[in-house]
């Protein structure tokens, strides 16, 4: 089965730097790779995924990248803000598979 | 509201004690699934159901028991419960009945087994 690895486990960054987490999957058949944000006390939420046939998308200060040939994808937070404090998930699935294997998480914190 | 919604949201139980904890979603949603949280070991499924009556095993389904006998309910059955299950549950739902798809979380419940 699928496997999905994410690194760092924790990354405390000063407001406004960026923040960059990374994770790398092993079934190359994956097309899926959503991303999740945890705040404390809550059920996880999607806040961007992406699908194989692109590289890279944006939302506003989120990106996420993809490199298929690598096998791995990451998530790019820009200008950071408390708000951004929390923990992240990445994921993979592929097209008709019904399960979604997530990655042991990231908990980032936003030091203002 | 579109939501999922579980209960009870904390509950504390001895060894052997049967429980059940729901999960209902009013979404109208084929596809709905049970994660586990524990720290250091990120989110992993216990079972999960692509639509009425049908369910499947995740990657960690011993102990627990499901059913999916309504679109809208999908109920978690722990027969036993022991220590090892101590941990927080989500309930998800997503629209189609596959994994591939945007997956929307309850607020979880947090379970102590004694």
């Known amino acids: 089965g699928e496997n999905v690895e994410q690194h760092p486990s924790t990354l405390s960054v000063q407001e406004g730097d960026s923040a960059v987490i990374k994770c790398t999957y092993s079934?190359?058949?994956?097309?899926?790779f959503p991303w999740y944000k945890q705040e404390l006390g809550k059920g996880p939420q999607l806040i961007i995924d992406?699908?194989?046939?692109?590289g890279e998308k944006k939302d506003q200060r989120i990106a996420v990248t993809l490199n298929k040939t690598a096998k791995h994808f990451s998530l790019h937070i820009t200008e950071t803000q408390p708000e951004d404090s929390a923990v992240y998930f990445c994921a993979a699935s592929r097209d008709g598979s019904y399960q979604l294997t997530f990655g042991k998480g990231t908990k980032l914190s936003v030091i203002p | 509201e579109a939501q999922v919604t579980q209960n009870p949201r904390y509950l504390i139980t001895v060894t052997g004690k049967k429980l059940t904890v729901t999960c209902s979603q009013n979404?109208?949603?084929?596809?709905m699934s049970w994660y586990r949280q524990d720290p250091g070991l990120g989110l992993r499924q216990i079972y999960y159901?692509?639509?009425?009556?049908?369910?499947d095993k995740g990657d960690v389904p011993e102990g627990y028991k499901v059913s999916r006998k309504e679109k809208r309910n999908f109920p978690l059955i722990l027969e036993s419960p022991s220590p090892n299950q101590t941990s927080l549950y989500f309930c998800?739902?997503?629209?189609?009945?596959?994994?591939?798809?945007?997956?929307?979380f309850g607020p979880g419940t947090r379970l102590t087994v004694l």
């Open positions: 998800a739902s997503s629209l189609i009945g596959t994994g591939d798809n945007e997956q929307f």
């Open positions: 992406i699908r194989s046939n692109v």
């Open positions: 159901s692509m639509n009425v009556e049908v369910t």
């Open positions: 979404m109208n949603h084929e596809y």
């Open positions: 079934d190359s058949a994956s097309n899926y």
